[in-house]
């Protein structure tokens, strides 16, 4: 069993920046690919960036140069560093663990933008 617990967010002003921290309880955290997924208001859920056991890095396109995916094997965390936030970034993200048929997600946090 893998539970992810996510923090971090909170309000900030447009072209602000925030770090989302997703820490992993559970084994082999660094055979998951672990992903930041967000999801606003009316809308689908949707991937932001992915990072795969071997470290590659996948970004949706409206992220690419602004946000920037890590992981930290020593404390089983994974983070998302997001800078000049827009006021369309505003969500609720949430982290994502997957390997093979197992998927877990977190509660979620709440990234809002606006001046």
């Known amino acids: 069993q893998v539970q992810l617990v996510e923090s971090g967010g909170g309000l900030v002003q447009p072209g602000g920046s925030l770090r989302l921290s997703c820490a992993v309880s559970g084994r082999d955290f660094r055979t998951y690919f672990m992903g930041w997924y967000r999801q606003a208001p009316g809308r689908q859920r949707e991937l932001v960036a992915s990072?795969?056991?071997?470290?590659?890095?996948n970004y949706a396109d409206s992220m690419k140069g602004r946000f920037t995916i890590s992981r930290d094997i020593a404390v089983n965390t994974v983070y998302l560093q997001m800078n000049s936030l827009r006021p369309e970034d505003t969500a609720v993200y949430y982290c994502?663990?997957?390997?093979?048929?197992?998927?877990?997600w977190g509660q979620g946090t709440q990234v809002t933008v606006s001046s």
């Open positions: 994502n663990a997957r390997k093979q048929l197992d998927v877990y």
């Open positions: 990072i795969a056991p071997l470290g590659s890095t």
